[in-house]
Protein backbone atom coordinates (compact mmCIF):
# COMPACT_ATOMS: atom_id res chain seq x y z
CA UNK A 1 0.00 0.00 0.00
CA UNK A 2 1.45 3.22 -0.75
CA UNK A 3 2.06 6.06 1.80
CA UNK A 4 -0.51 8.10 2.62
CA UNK A 5 1.39 11.18 2.16
CA UNK A 6 4.29 10.99 -0.93
CA UNK A 7 5.46 14.66 -1.21
CA UNK A 8 5.33 17.85 -0.31
CA UNK A 9 3.68 21.06 -2.34
CA UNK A 10 3.36 24.29 -2.43
CA UNK A 11 -0.83 25.88 -2.25
CA UNK A 12 -0.85 29.30 -1.30
CA UNK A 13 2.43 29.63 0.04
CA UNK A 14 1.68 26.91 2.42
CA UNK A 15 3.21 23.41 2.38
CA UNK A 16 0.98 20.89 2.26
CA UNK A 17 1.18 16.73 1.48
CA UNK A 18 0.01 15.00 -1.82
CA UNK A 19 -1.94 12.37 -0.87
CA UNK A 20 -0.90 8.91 -2.69
CA UNK A 21 -3.46 9.18 -5.62
CA UNK A 22 -2.08 13.23 -6.01
CA UNK A 23 -5.19 14.50 -4.24
CA UNK A 24 -4.83 17.72 -1.81
CA UNK A 25 -5.39 16.32 1.91
CA UNK A 26 -5.64 19.66 3.36
CA UNK A 27 -8.84 20.47 2.53
CA UNK A 28 -10.19 16.45 3.27
CA UNK A 29 -8.39 16.96 7.01
CA UNK A 30 -9.93 20.22 7.87
CA UNK A 31 -13.26 18.94 6.71
CA UNK A 32 -12.79 15.79 9.01
CA UNK A 33 -11.40 17.99 11.89
CA UNK A 34 -13.42 20.78 12.11
CA UNK A 35 -12.65 23.42 14.53
CA UNK A 36 -8.96 22.66 14.30
CA UNK A 37 -6.65 25.50 13.46
CA UNK A 38 -5.41 25.62 9.66
CA UNK A 39 -1.72 25.79 11.38
CA UNK A 40 -2.15 23.17 13.39
CA UNK A 41 -3.38 20.61 10.79
CA UNK A 42 -0.42 21.68 8.32
CA UNK A 43 2.02 21.66 10.62
CA UNK A 44 0.72 18.03 11.87
CA UNK A 45 0.76 17.25 7.61
CA UNK A 46 4.60 18.27 7.37
CA UNK A 47 5.33 16.45 10.58
CA UNK A 48 3.51 13.21 8.33
CA UNK A 49 1.78 12.42 12.06
CA UNK A 50 -1.67 12.57 10.46
CA UNK A 51 -3.64 10.00 9.04
CA UNK A 52 -7.63 10.03 8.43
CA UNK A 53 -9.56 6.92 8.54
CA UNK A 54 -12.64 6.71 6.09
CA UNK A 55 -15.71 4.59 6.60
CA UNK A 56 -16.31 3.29 3.05
CA UNK A 57 -18.99 0.84 1.34
CA UNK A 58 -18.84 0.38 -1.54
CA UNK A 59 -21.59 1.69 -3.58
CA UNK A 60 -22.08 0.56 -7.27
CA UNK A 61 -23.64 2.44 -10.15
CA UNK A 62 -24.00 2.14 -13.98
CA UNK A 63 -22.73 4.86 -16.64
CA UNK A 64 -23.63 4.70 -20.19
CA UNK A 65 -19.94 4.28 -22.62
CA UNK A 66 -20.43 8.23 -23.46
CA UNK A 67 -20.52 8.85 -19.74
CA UNK A 68 -17.48 6.48 -18.78
CA UNK A 69 -15.18 8.19 -21.08
CA UNK A 70 -16.05 11.38 -19.30
CA UNK A 71 -16.06 10.02 -15.64
CA UNK A 72 -12.23 8.57 -16.66
CA UNK A 73 -11.23 12.27 -18.07
CA UNK A 74 -13.11 14.03 -15.26
CA UNK A 75 -11.27 11.36 -12.44
CA UNK A 76 -8.10 11.54 -14.02
CA UNK A 77 -8.03 15.65 -14.32
CA UNK A 78 -9.70 16.13 -10.81
CA UNK A 79 -8.93 12.91 -8.83
CA UNK A 80 -5.81 11.94 -10.20
CA UNK A 81 -7.35 9.13 -11.20
CA UNK A 82 -9.31 7.70 -8.02
CA UNK A 83 -13.14 7.62 -8.61
CA UNK A 84 -13.91 7.68 -5.04
CA UNK A 85 -11.81 11.10 -4.63
CA UNK A 86 -13.80 11.94 -7.57
CA UNK A 87 -17.02 11.37 -5.85
CA UNK A 88 -16.07 13.03 -2.75
CA UNK A 89 -15.07 16.31 -4.47
CA UNK A 90 -18.05 16.43 -7.44
CA UNK A 91 -20.34 15.99 -3.78
CA UNK A 92 -19.04 18.88 -2.20
CA UNK A 93 -19.40 20.91 -5.35
CA UNK A 94 -22.80 19.59 -5.50
CA UNK A 95 -23.65 20.33 -2.21
CA UNK A 96 -21.98 24.09 -2.83
CA UNK A 97 -24.28 24.41 -5.84
CA UNK A 98 -27.01 23.58 -3.73
CA UNK A 99 -26.35 26.28 -1.69
CA UNK A 100 -25.87 28.67 -3.72
CA UNK A 101 -29.31 28.20 -5.37
CA UNK A 102 -30.58 28.22 -2.04
CA UNK A 103 -29.13 31.34 -1.13
CA UNK A 104 -30.17 33.01 -4.47
CA UNK A 105 -34.03 31.52 -3.88
CA UNK A 106 -33.77 33.30 -0.63
CA UNK A 107 -32.66 36.95 -1.30
CA UNK A 108 -35.30 36.85 -3.95
CA UNK A 109 -37.70 36.08 -1.68
CA UNK A 110 -35.97 39.13 0.47
CA UNK A 111 -36.01 41.55 -2.68
CA UNK A 112 -40.01 40.92 -2.85
CA UNK A 113 -40.82 41.07 0.47
CA UNK A 114 -38.80 43.97 0.58
CA UNK A 115 -40.72 44.84 -2.41
CA UNK A 116 -44.15 44.22 -0.44
CA UNK A 117 -43.74 46.57 2.06
CA UNK A 118 -42.38 49.56 0.07
CA UNK A 119 -38.49 49.31 1.00
CA UNK A 120 -36.44 50.44 -1.90
CA UNK A 121 -32.85 48.37 -2.32
CA UNK A 122 -31.04 51.88 -1.21
CA UNK A 123 -33.00 51.61 1.92
CA UNK A 124 -32.00 48.15 3.37
CA UNK A 125 -28.73 48.75 5.16
CA UNK A 126 -30.32 51.94 7.27
CA UNK A 127 -33.25 49.26 8.27
CA UNK A 128 -30.66 46.52 9.04
CA UNK A 129 -28.31 49.34 11.04
CA UNK A 130 -31.92 49.55 12.52
CA UNK A 131 -32.63 45.81 13.29
CA UNK A 132 -29.23 45.18 14.62
CA UNK A 133 -29.00 48.33 16.56
CA UNK A 134 -26.32 49.72 14.66
CA UNK A 135 -25.78 53.30 14.36
CA UNK A 136 -26.55 54.12 10.88
CA UNK A 137 -23.40 54.50 8.25
CA UNK A 138 -22.65 57.46 6.38
Not at 12 to 21: A, F, P
Not at 24 to 40: K, N, Q
Not at 80 to 90: D, T, Y
Amino acid sequence: MPPLFRRVHRVSGVSTRLGHNGVHVLPLLLATLPGTPVGFVVNRLQQGVVSVARDARSIGFAVSSKDAARLDRLTKRFAGGNRSAFLRIALDRMEAADRAERLRRLQAYGVRRAADRGIQQGDIESVVDRVLGRKPRG
